[in-house]
């Protein structure tokens, strides 16, 4: 069928739930008609419909008639049902009852399973082709796939800048990572920094601080065609901050905080104390000395050159350093930053690759 409910109303029931209304509103943007149905007396969602019908239950005697009646007297073109045990009953009898006439929404149990089965194909082939990190050393032994498939399924729901090949790198590198705290430069509403604290704790690194000033004045960046620079003004950094904490509060037990300040500020810091307190995350106590470090904040260069030369130095010996956006096609500078990097340490690195579009430096 062409556009839902093939140019006729689509039928919604019960069109009180939740995603009824999402669909409902759906509809509204798409210039789709609609005809909302419930089976109670009163229905609260009856005012939100252009038009509104009852139903018997989908249990009664008369259900199954009185539907049939209702789509032809109204010409209705399809049926949209959210709710498990309705769709299977509809998707039973719609044929027969009105040949023609499709479920518009895929089985509701599928739909609502979707995630955490594509999370766990995600799991599985990550653990059937581990990446090829070449490393020197036999790492941690992987998680099981349901502890993997957790962490993919809940990095699913924060929005973010983390694609799944740099999630899949980020958890090589915890097998094979030296103990101590994990430093994340530039946390936004807290994508990357979960998939961090989660590793953290499932390969016994460390404690995770977050650096950013959540402050619309450092989202700066000064891309060259200004569609970055552009894109950043229409967000609020306050908003980010609160939208971080609830995505990192329910893991953050003694084990996350941040530091709300910019990248250079928050080292020296760092380096004077163990300790880092904020009303919502408490107290937690770090090591000082950095097992793993994200650079993912401002990508100007002299900013990323900045914060690789306030962080790198505290790095330990045979710690990871990632390097975000070294492929990045609004500018070049946390490329140049980790070039120069590579060309003054070669020396000192055990192992440097891409993927994800970050760069991953093992210190020797
Ligand atoms: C690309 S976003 C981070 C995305 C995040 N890591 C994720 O995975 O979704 C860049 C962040 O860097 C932060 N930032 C900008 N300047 C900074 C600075 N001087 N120090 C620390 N963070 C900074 C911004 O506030 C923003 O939150």
Redesign the pocket.
């Known amino acids: 069928m062409g556009p839902e409910g093939g140019g006729k109303p689509v039928l919604i029931f019960p069109g009180g739930m939740p995603r009824s209304l999402d669909y409902l509103r759906k509809c509204q943007r798409e210039g789709v008609a609609t005809v909302g149905a419930s089976s109670l007396n009163y229905d609260v969602a009856s005012t939100q419909y252009p038009s509104w019908i009852q139903l018997p239950y989908v249990n009664h005697p008369e259900f199954d008639a009185a539907l049939a009646r209702a789509i032809r007297e109204l010409g209705i073109g399809g049926v949209y049902s959210p709710n498990p045990v309705v769709w299977n009953h509809l998707n039973a009898v719609l044929g027969i009852l009105a040949p023609g006439v499709p479920l518009v929404n895929d089985s509701p149990i599928d739909d609502a399973l979707a995630g955490f089965r594509a999370a766990r194909t995600r799991a599985r082939e990550l653990l059937d082709h581990p990446l090829p990190v070449d490393v020197g050393q036999s790492g941690r032994a992987a998680v099981d796939e349901i502890e993997l498939a957790a962490m993919f399924r809940h990095a699913d729901a924060?929005?973010?800048?983390?694609d799944h090949e740099k999630a899949c790198a980020l958890h090589e590198i915890a097998r094979h990572c030296v103990a101590g705290d994990v430093v994340?430069?530039?946390?936004?509403?807290?994508?990357?920094?979960f998939?961090l604290a989660r590793l953290a704790r499932l390969y016994g690194i460390g404690k995770l601080l977050c650096?950013?000033?959540?402050?619309n004045q450092?989202?700066v960046?000064e891309d060259a065609t200004g569609i970055v620079d552009g894109g950043s003004a229409m967000v609020d950094?306050g908003e980010?901050l609160a939208v971080f904490e609830m995505n990192l509060l329910p893991y953050s037990a003694n084990h996350v905080n941040y530091l709300r300040?910019?990248?250079?500020?928050?080292a020296a810091f760092y380096r004077k104390s163990r300790c880092v307190t904020t009303p919502r995350f408490g107290s937690v106590d770090y090591e000082g000395r950095i097992a793993l470090l994200?650079i993912?904040?401002?990508?100007a260069h002299a900013?990323v050159q900045?914060?690789v030369a306030a962080w790198t130095g505290l790095v330990a010996s045979g710690g990871w350093m990632v390097l975000?956006?070294y492929t990045w096609p609004f500018g070049d500078g946390p490329r140049r930053a980790g070039d120069a990097f590579l060309a003054e340490n070669g020396h000192n690195v055990a192992t440097a690759f891409t993927m994800g579009g970050a760069l991953f430096i093992r210190l020797a």
Do not use: F, R, T
Not at 158 to 162: K, L, S, V
Not at 184 to 193: F, N, V, Y
């Open positions: 924060i929005p973010g800048m983390c994340e430069i530039g946390s936004w509403w807290g994508k990357s920094a998939l650096v950013d000033p959540w402050s450092h989202l960046q950094a980010a300040m910019p990248s250079i500020e928050a994200h993912d904040g401002n990508h900013a900045a914060d975000d956006d």
